[in-house]
């Protein structure tokens, strides 16, 4: 129901685009996120967009670099990241909401992908 894919080993000041193909008749309507998780780490927020894709919400630490998106006819969501740091490294997840719009809290998602890998060598 919810597929990553884009991930990889990359340099730091790099750029990559993750995507999460997600079932268009269950989560056309739902907010979508993106979430990642380094080893040792608890799981932290990346990014939240709603159904429409109007509705954007970044952590401090995505904010000008990371570009959430997506495209409901494609039943795809997107990250775009710019200027990757070594500190980006962790295993992406995306995430369906359980309304609308989008959240910070992991919480507030019902279904989850099963991750995508992002390394990023300084």
């Known amino acids: 129901q919810l597929a990553e894919s884009g991930g990889g080993l990359v340099q730091s000041g790099d750029s990559l685009r993750l995507s999460c193909a997600f079932s268009?008749?269950?989560?056309?309507?739902?907010?979508l996120g993106w979430f990642r998780q380094a080893p040792g780490k608890e799981r932290e927020f990346v990014a939240s967009?709603?159904?429409?894709?109007?509705?954007?919400n970044y952590a401090d630490s995505a904010k000008g670099r990371f570009t959430i998106s997506r495209d409901n006819a494609k039943s795809t969501l997107y990250l775009a990241m710019d200027s990757l740091k070594p500190e980006d490294t962790a295993s992406y997840y995306c995430?369906?909401?359980?309304?609308?719009?989008?959240?910070?809290?992991?919480?507030?998602?019902?279904?989850w992908g099963r991750g995508t890998q992002v390394t990023v060598s300084s």
């Open positions: 995430a369906a909401a359980r309304r609308p719009y989008g959240s910070s809290r992991s919480s507030d998602y019902n279904y």
């Open positions: 268009g008749r269950l989560f056309s309507n739902n907010g």
């Open positions: 967009i709603g159904w429409k894709g109007a509705s954007t």
